[in-house]
């Protein structure tokens, strides 16, 4: 595939611009953002990042080349956070392989291509990928049959239904299986509805009551005074139901700027890489806001209690309105989780294992008032989670280890 040139639009709120062009310089092995056109008044280009952090992408009319980290292949992080990986990028480089393409022979800025319009966030790429078309239908009756697709994808075995879930992926990123489907207020299949993500089981052996799970912490969430998108478990006939949820990067048929911690402080995702102090710096440098600094800390006062290790950089985000004010997006992924020698991705306090001294120090340490309700008011919802995992049916044996493990459960 020669070189190519990308047009990156900004597609915000209805307003729909070309910003610049990416290209990919193939001695240096590192993308190349150049703002279009050169000369354009930057008090009208729309701020990819917030301001005063390193990528600087709107400090100057010309960005100069990306350096070549070695986890974005030379991509620039706010850039990186359109790729698919995990799941996505499984579908994209079966597609590759099946049109005889070596999906190791395209650069980071060609596989933007194969994202298109279907990328998270408000930013979008042309020329699309032709190999990508769009084949959305209606699928709520065959969710099952699409999450079996999945699991055959998973194990190397080929799909008829390719093509129709490199599209209803759109560049989702994570280990599971996913689709985008829109759903009206009631839940129900409808062309004019908001859009959904409908996740899937990562493989045969994972527990059938993986969305179960992820529903039943979000409720939690909720109750722990965290936003979270709105959720609902579909109906499934092989599983106890498949976790949805609404996505927060569009209103209607607008879609609205995000970028993931991953893409802010051009950290991986793959290895712990970033502290809960460096997260917590960079909403507060991001947003000024006192508030959200608030909600960041009961965001990690609920990941360290409930064991959601999986609290790496690409699941905590920021957003942007209107106005180009930042915040942070509704708290998403969230389960119980397990991680790398039983540690938190992020870690507190210099530990992968910080307890509720380690949240309480935190909390003082920004000014948040009264940390110790916080981590109490945590500890009541969590209580009620054996319940309610009950309820859902979730097996004995299971639901024992998971209350054996999660700390705000415990009596320290």
Known sequence: ??????????????????????TWD????????????????????????????????????????????????????VFNDSLPDGWGQL???????????????????????????????ALTYRPTSPLVEDSRKPVLDELDRLAAESVDILNG???????????????????RPKVNIRLDDQGHLSEDGGVWLVKFSSMNADNRFTGALENIYAHLQREAGIRVAD????ESDTSAGWFATRRFDREGEQR???????????????LPSVSYEDMMEAVIRSTNSSAEAAEFFRRAVFNVLAHNHDDHVKNHALMQDREGNWSLTPSYDVTFSTSFGNEHMADLNNKG??????????????DIQRPELVVERTRDVLSTFPAMARETGVPGEDLSLMVRNIPGLGKG
């Open 1 to 22: 595939m020669s070189n190519k040139i990308l047009s990156v639009e900004w597609n915000a709120f209805g307003q729909k611009t070309v910003i610049g062009k990416l």
């Open 353 to 366: 294992r910080p307890g509720v001294k380690d949240l309480i120090e935190f909390g003082n340490r920004y």
């Open 157 to 175: 075995q080929p799909s008829k239904m390719l093509d129709r879930l490199v599209t209803m992926n759109g560049s989702s990123s994570g280990a």
């Open 91 to 121: 579908l994209v480089d079966r597609l590759l392989r099946r049109e005889g393409t070596l999906p190791e022979s395209l650069t980071p800025v060609e596989r933007l291509m194969y994202v298109g319009e279907n990328g998270p966030g």
């Open 256 to 270: 609205l700027h995000v970028i993931t911690m991953s893409g802010l402080l051009e950290a991986t995702h793959r």
């Open 26 to 77: 193939r001695c240096k092995r590192r993308a190349v953002f150049t703002y279009c056109p050169a000369d354009k008044d930057m008090c009208s280009v729309p701020r990819l990042v917030p301001d005063g952090f390193k990528p600087g992408h709107t400090a100057r009319p010309q960005l100069a080349s990306g350096r070549a980290f070695e986890y974005f292949h030379g991509l620039h992080g």
């Open 231 to 234: 959720t609902r478990l579909l």
